[in-house]
């Protein structure tokens, strides 16, 4: 006969997990690490819960998180033991599964209500989903323990939340208070919501209570040092100085001190980042903003320096063979350039750096090199294709090779024939070149694929409004555009224009003013100058019409209504 499986048994995986794969760095409200709950008593359990159990520590053992949680998850609602729900808060924890791990902990909270870790954790998780009000009970809970709060924790995102939850959560940390005059955390979050709503006098006396307590309390430092140098303070920055000459190693304090100084002496500022750099030689945000810093006050020569360092180290190598090439294209040396573009691989400045090396190929006469380079990152990067497609008709077009965009237009919708943002990308070139057939066919079908599609069938309405006689059709696409986006000022003087065309003069006033209060945009400004002009009313006409040319004097749309009209652009327009 096989030996009874007791509860501690089947949960020896807490060792397991911790060897399998390190736990992820999560900010929790309670500063202090909390110590590991006491174990629980052995006992047996149903028979048919040792089997998804096992199952759970083999698929652990075998990294297969998702198994695991899994059955921790269904097994912690069956047996209602904290440790099960202990395991599956973790273990949800580790692989970064909000929802699944706040109702792995809420069934431990159920069953040890006053769990300190299960407490700290569940504030943390109600924090992160905006659900602040709810977080309260639980951290007044880990400070009844004795464990110091990280309090603050709880205005993630309070500047989201609507007015009358802010207003509760003010009440609920103002009664913590109270309850905890001797924690730090609640006066540094008061300063905080002050901040937020520009009292300022208020939050540096909230402040001025947390340095009794904690002369040296980085987040508060910070957060007088911004206030203080918003009012242009003298030596807005002397009490963060005074913390560093007390403890020179503090780096984190250093590092937010120096991107302060960003703000006023970039020359300071690099000091500071040079002394970081020593503290920690491989850290490669340092070598970063070493590089920028020089790059921003002209010392290229620094400025490679580092980025190479950076290279060689294999530190945000992307990134720095970026900004190499940024610096040798400035300095004319575009074969280099083009070089350290081409090693950017996937990521932020992935695009951005293949945009430089095409309009450096496209400027030296090199567009087949281009082309063939972009076909090789295309198949390299098959997840990328899309946009590098659209990366190269912005190129073309950008250089007036219409020909050329539509080219490779029509071969990206050979190869990706289902995508509507290529699709519409050829419709609007097509209208461009005044082939309204093929922007005709490319919207529909978009809309057929679509038919909520408010861009297309907006574009397509005021299209047929704008090049053609067919007003009504026009003004149907336009309402179904206008329904599901009321609001959008591009539909709104689509409509304003379709009415104009159909003699509808007010109704169209009407609804170009609207778009033209959200959207002061200068096409739309000629529109509403022109249906006022025609409306009779010319002075009004004039104000929009030369407001705008104030603004974009060498606007296409805005000077040819304007010379229609008879109407001259303003003197102080041009120099």
Known sequence: MLRPVTIAIALSLTAACSTLAPEPVVEHAVEAPLAEPEPGMERPI????????????????????DVALNNYLEQSEILREPAVSAHATHLAQFMQREDEALRAVRLWLELEPDNVEANNTIATLLARKGKTLEAVPHLAIVARSGKSVHFPILLTNFDKLPPGEQAKLVAGINELALEFPDETGIPLSQAIIHNEFKQNDQALEKLDKVFEQKPYHPQA???????????????????????????????????????????SSMATARQQFEILAAQSPGNGDILF??????????????????????????????????????????????????????????????????????????????????HAYLNDLRR???????????????????????????????????????????????????????????????LR????????????????????????ERYAEAYTLISRALSLQPEEPAILDSMGWVLFRQGKYAKAVEYLSRAYAKFPDPEVAAHLGEVLWVSGDTSTAKAVLQGAAARDPDHEVLVKTMERLGIQQPALARP
């Open 445 to 468: 079908e978009i809309i057929q694929q679509e038919p909520d599609n408010a861009t297309a069938l907006n574009a397509l309405g005021y299209t047929l409004a704008n090049r053609t």
């Open 221 to 263: 430092l910070v957060l007088e040092a911004r206030i203080l140098m918003e009012r242009k303070a003298k030596n807005p920055l002397s009490r963060i100085e005074d913390a560093l000459e007390a403890e020179p190693e503090n780096s984190k304090l250093r590092l937010q001190y120096a991107q302060l100084l960003t703000r």
């Open 289 to 370: 903003s070493l590089a920028l810093i020089n790059r921003e006050t002209g010392n290229t020569t620094e400025a490679k320096a580092y980025l190479e360092q950076m290279v060689e180290q294999d530190l945000r190598a992307g990134e720095a063979h970026y900004y190499l090439g940024r610096i040798l294209e400035d300095e004319g040396e575009l074969k280099a350039a083009v070089s350290h573009y081409m090693q950017v691989e996937d990521g932020r400045d992935f695009l951005s750096a293949n945009s430089r090396i095409g309009t450096i190929l496209l400027a030296t006469q090199q567009g087949d090199k281009n």
């Open 380 to 442: 390299k990067y098959p997840e990328r294709k899309e946009q590098l497609y659209g990366l190269e008709v912005e190129m073309l077009t950008r250089t007036d090779d219409l020909d050329g965009a539509m080219n490779v237009l029509n071969a990206a919708l050979r190869d990706m024939p289902e995508s509507t943002t290529l699709r519409y990308t050829r419709s609007m070139l097509g209208e461009q070149q005044n082939d309204l057939a093929l922007m005709e066919r490319d």
């Open 46 to 65: 149903p028979a048919d819960s040792v089997y998804p159990l096992l199952v759970a520590e083999f698929a652990l053992r075998r990294r297969a998180y």
